[in-house]
T-cell receptor, first 111, second 114 residues
Framework: SQQGEEDPQALSIQEGENATMNCSYK?????LQWYRQNSGRGLVHLIL?????REKHSGRLRVTLDTSKKSSSLLITASRAADTASYFC???????????FGAGTRLFVKA | DTEVTQTPKHLVMGMTNKKSLKCEQH?????MYWYKQKAKKPPELMFV???????INESVPSRFSPECPNSSLLNLHLHALQPEDSALYLC?????????????FGPGTRLTVT
């Protein structure tokens, strides 16, 4: 079964607004990662948050992790049209090689 | 060089053909991955190689055959595919295997099986 589930499935916002995406997972993790995928292209790593961290920032990105609720959120502030993409959370089995991606959120930022 | 390259970008093949997908990285990464992605779905892990040895095979049909000739190259040999195998095939690499390392993805090969 999928490790990560994301909501919303799709999100449409105006340029300049903030976008928040959520991810839930089922088992213990060492860390959680977020990736972006532009249409039909390869994925780009955005940020990794470790299980002992609660919040992490990278530029306009803010990621939170709540291990008690097995959930994470990705906030993109002051969105731009270039942020239009699909966003996936990714987790893996502790100590293993397997990476499982969530269903993804498709973000559309209107100029 | 932080790039993962994949060839070809597009591939159309019949169900009786044999073809290969290629992936290359020169970052010194010791783990390499194949994923399959259908439209509007997340990538699904197929195979993981760690130090040139197959570490994970996610119950992939034998018509897909991976090969890791050296630490920089990863191939996926295709034979007798079905139309439902049409998808975007993504290669990735990471410094080591496991969840503590970010994966670098190639642009993918879009495969159409006719």
């Amino acid at each position: 079964s999928q490790q990560g589930e994301e909501d919303p499935q799709a999100l449409s916002i105006q340029e300049g607004e903030n976008a928040t995406m959520n991810c839930s997972y089922k088992t213990s993790i060492n860390n959680l990662q977020w990736y972006r995928q532009n249409s039909g292209r390869g994925l780009v790593h955005l940020i990794l948050i470790r299980s002992n961290e609660r919040e992490k920032h990278s530029g306009r990105l803010r990621v939170t992790l709540d291990t008690s609720k097995k959930s994470s959120s990705l906030l993109i502030t002051a969105s731009r049209a270039a942020d239009t993409a699909s966003y996936f959370c990714a987790t893996g089995n502790t100590g293993g090689f397997k990476t499982i991606f969530g269903a993804g959120t498709r973000l559309f930022v209107k100029a | 060089d932080t790039e993962v390259t994949q060839t070809p970008k597009h591939l159309v093949m019949g169900m009786t053909n044999k073809k290969s997908l290629k992936c290359e990285q020169h970052m010194g990464h010791r783990a390499m991955y194949w994923y399959k992605q259908k439209a509007k779905k997340p990538p699904e892990l197929m195979f993981v190689y760690s130090y040139e040895k197959l570490s994970i095979n996610e119950s992939v049909p034998s018509r897909f055959s991976p090969e890791c000739p050296n630490s920089s190259l990863l191939n996926l040999h295709l034979h007798a595919l079905q139309p439902e195998d049409s998808a975007l095939y993504l290669c990735a690499s990471s410094q080591e295997g496991g969840q503590n390392y970010e994966q670098y993805f190639g642009p993918g090969t879009r495969l159409t099986v006719t």
